[in-house]
Structures are given as structure tokens and as C-alpha cells.
């Protein structure tokens, strides 16, 4: 003879149930709120990077001469006044690797900016003059496409036979 389930028997599984139900709804509702607070700390980052390009830009186009870093480090290639716009040209190299990094910036879109960026002479002096050093300071995989990225734009703009004296400097310091 089958007897049926006792009604405390039903009610604990219907509660069992549902409690289930609830964890479950909890844990997505949890990923979904942490998912936009990702995405708006992405938000915040992309904004303060272009705040920042826009500050760098400002300050080397008013006061080229606040920064003849490029002069001091590197005597022998950067001719006197050369300090301001190659500032200009690492501050656009820094963009495009802190986009890569973020995401903000496919490799398509990189590669068409670093090919028109190498057609200007003083960028391909500073690609030339930094790119062996940014090569052994690459951080992670985003570092290293950007690196290959103008690495072949400056090869195929000529920038190892137009500046063939910063070749070997980087053969020297490797």
C-alpha cells in the first residue's frame, strides 16, 4: 500500500525549492552589478586617459622647452629645439599603447595610425630611437602587438635605412 508524502514532507521541498530558486537569482543579479561596475570603472579610465592626452598635448604645443628629455638622453641624435615635437610624437605613441591596452584601439585601426604616423620624419626618429627600449620594457601581450605594429610601419616607412645610426646604437645597448 502507497501512502503519499506527508504535507511537511511537500512544504520543506517546495521551500527547499525555492530557496534554490533565490540563491540562484541572487548569484546572477550579483554578476550582473559587478559586471556594470566594471564597466563603469572602464568608463572612468577611458576618460582620465583622454584627459591626460589632452593635458600632455596642451602643455608640449605651449612649453615645447619644459621637456628636452629627448635632447638629454639622446645628445648625439636629437637636435637642439627636436625635444618639444618628438614629445608630441611619444605622447601619440603612449596613446595608442595605453588604448591597445584598454581595448579602445583594435589592431586594425593602430596599424592605418602608425602607418600615417611614419610618414612624418621626427615620428620615425622617435619610434627609432625608442623602440628597442620599449621593446625589452613590454609589459604584456597588448605591449608587445603594439610594438610589432610600429615596428612594421617603421620598416616599411624606411626608418632603419633612413636613420641607420640608431640601429646600431641598439645593437650596442642590447
Known amino acids: 500500500m502507497r501512502t503519499s508524502p506527508s504535507p511537511l514532507l511537500v512544504l520543506a521541498g517546495v521551500i527547499g525549492a525555492a530557496a534554490a530558486v533565490r540563491t540562484c537569482h541572487r548569484g546572477q543579479h550579483h554578476r550582473q552589478a559587478l559586471e556594470q561596475q566594471q564597466r563603469r570603472h572602464r568608463e572612468r579610465l577611458e576618460l582620465g586617459l583622454f584627459q591626460a592626452h589632452v ?37 601619440w605613441l603612449e596613446l595608442w599603447r595605453t588604448g591597445l591596452n584598454l581595448g579602445i584601439y583594435t589592431p586594425s585601426l593602430l596599424r ?37 605594429l610600429l615596428d612594421a610601419a617603421y620598416e616599411e616607412a624606411g626608418g632603419p635605412v633612413k636613420y641607420p645610426e640608431l640601429e646600431r646604437l641598439a645593437a650596442h645597448t642590447t
Not at 604645443?61 to 618628438?86: A, D, I, K, Q, Y
Not at 604616423?117 to 608587445?144: C, E, T, Y
Open 55 to 91: 593635458n600632455i598635448l596642451r602643455t608640449a604645443m605651449t612649453h615645447p622647452e619644459l621637456e628636452p628629455v629627448w635632447e638629454s638622453v639622446h645628445p648625439t641624435h636629437v637636435e637642439p629645439g627636436e625635444s618639444g615635437p618628438l614629445l608630441m610624437r611619444q605622447a
Open 112 to 148: 592605418i595610425n602608425a602607418a600615417n604616423f611614419m610618414k612624418d620624419r621626427l615620428a620615425l626618429k622617435a619610434w627609432g630611437l625608442s623602440r628597442h627600449g620599449r621593446a625589452s620594457q613590454a609589459r604584456n601581450d597588448a605591449d608587445r602587438l603594439h610594438i610589432a
